[in-house]
């Protein structure tokens, strides 16, 4: 059951949050909805998944990111669910890369984080499931988000490429396996068997790819962002697409760092980027 809490007009289209009950994650999920002019039952519309980046929520995006004038323009409409399941009985860390708002978009396999960390499902299946039964969208489903939502949008691209037909970040988290944030995350949700970890990462389902399953993707780094070299990784990908001649775009900018200000700027070029496959 969708409860809506709260509806606001916005470049001629409407931006809605909502929560329900969800059956991955066993607690109660917030997520935020924009629907552009003009989507109807007879006008359904493709969307854009985006998913955020630790210590946000539904909110983060959807009032920093710029996007509704030309999500507007191109009839997409946008998808930002919550990072993580949250709750009094929704087990935490004192820490914000860990714990509420920090899912990394993985099913947990360990004790006590098992029950309610299931955010691999929740977005890949749940989400989409509800979103196509209460609005007026079409299947049509492209991916996108930041850092460590930017790498649940590539990892989810990469199982699942039949279901999008895009998929871009700004400053993913590209090999998790391989830096601080993922690692703990991944030693905390799935355990000490690093073999658990490879369907998870980015460059490893890239590695193992096949050819009929590539799709397009873009990504956008900031050569100014402090998490570049310790975190993000990304010439870690880049040496993958480049070994598999992998269809990604990855565009490095001078001067930009891991905020929204760079969200914001580029923000239009993967919305045009998107449109194109949607
Ligand atoms: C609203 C905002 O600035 O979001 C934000 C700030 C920092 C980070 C970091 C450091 C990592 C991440 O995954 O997301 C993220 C989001």
Redesign the pocket.
Known sequence: MLENISSTKVSGGWHKQYTHQASSTHCAMRFAIFLPPGASETNKVPVMYWL?????TDE?FMQ?AGAFKKAAELGIAIVAPDTSPRGENVPDDDNYDFGQGAGFYVNATQAPYNVHYNMYDYVVSELPALIEAHFPVTTKKAIAG????GHGALMIALKNPKQFVSASAFSP?VNPINCPWGEKAFSNYLGSDKASWLEYDSCELMKNAVTDDYLPMRIDQGEADN?LTEQLKTENLFAVVNEKDYPAEINMHAGYD???FFISSFIDEHLMFHKKYL
Do not use: E, R
Not at 52 to 56: A, M, R
Not at 146 to 149: F, R, Y
């Open positions: 955020s980046g630790l210590t946000c983060n920093k930041h850092s460590m939502g988290i998490f891991h905020s929204y």
